[in-house]
């Protein structure tokens, strides 16, 4: 068993390009194919989705298309949770999984007022600005939070609310307890929500075969806090695992 490519899940609010530093660590390692969700990074919302298993058929559509083999599905926080229900439907030619800040297979911990101030910080770009500055770690700013800030501005309305309202909530638990491939669960030790703590309590019980590493020094956005810790975290899992 071996991993040639990487096909790329953004996180809730993201897009493709938050995976650009990290995908320069990486080149000439692996073939990679960053997707912009349906209604993310300005992509239209065609897909309209009720559920997360809508997301996954057509990430594995994707891949399908590309004729891909031999690869892994890395998934950030949303796009773990994604991940996980595209391996649920045994799609020829994944191998593995590799989880970044995953939003957890069962329904995310999160207060209702915590939801409402998430949709709030889509419509207004200072408080995106506060809201992905208070889940980052230290020092977070500049370029790359500009660049996210952007990226939830062109969220399509009806897509924040799937994920928020449906999603984030669903419970694919106990289905995810059978998936039987390598599982690499990143998180930042820094993350106050989706980090080692509640990666140990809500996503490796319900995921058997999974590895857990975690990157010092970054919050929830890895790929723009620690893009090289990250690469060199999937890099070695990959040459010594797979």
């Known amino acids: 068993m071996s991993v040639d490519r990487l096909v790329l899940l953004h996180a809730f609010g993201a897009s493709a390009k938050a995976w650009e530093a990290m995908i320069a660590h990486l080149q000439g390692r692996f073939e990679i194919v960053a997707l912009d969700l349906p209604g993310f990074g300005g992509a239209p919302d065609a897909l309209q989705a009720t559920r997360v298993d809508d997301y996954a058929g057509w990430v594995n559509d994707q ?29 020829a030619g994944l191998e593995a999984l590799i989880l970044v800040a995953p939003s957890p297979p069962g329904p995310e911990p999160m207060s209702a007022e915590a939801r409402q101030s998430e ?10 600005r506060d809201a992905l500055k208070d889940v980052a770690g230290d020092g977070f700013d500049g370029a790359p939070l500009d660049e996210a800030v952007a990226d939830r501005m062109a969220a399509h309305p009806s897509a924040r609310d799937f994920w928020l309202d ?26 106050a929500h989706l980090g080692p703590e509640a990666a140990d309590m809500h996503v490796t019980p319900k995921l058997p075969h999974a590895a857990h590493r975690v990157v010092a020094g970054s919050g929830h956005l890895i790929p723009y806090e620690a893009p090289e810790a990250l690469a060199q975290e999937i890099l070695t899992w990959c040459l010594d695992r797979l």
């Open 63 to 91: 891949a399908a298309e590309r004729g891909l083999t031999d690869y892994a599905l890395v998934g950030w926080s949303m796009g773990a949770k994604i991940a996980v229900a595209c391996a649920l439907r045994k799609p």
């Open 119 to 128: 949709r709030e910080a889509f419509d207004d770009p200072h408080a995106a």
């Open 166 to 191: 449906i999603g984030s909530k669903e419970d694919l638990g106990e289905a995810a307890k059978a998936l039987d491939l390598p599982i690499l669960v990143i998180t930042g030790d820094e993350d």
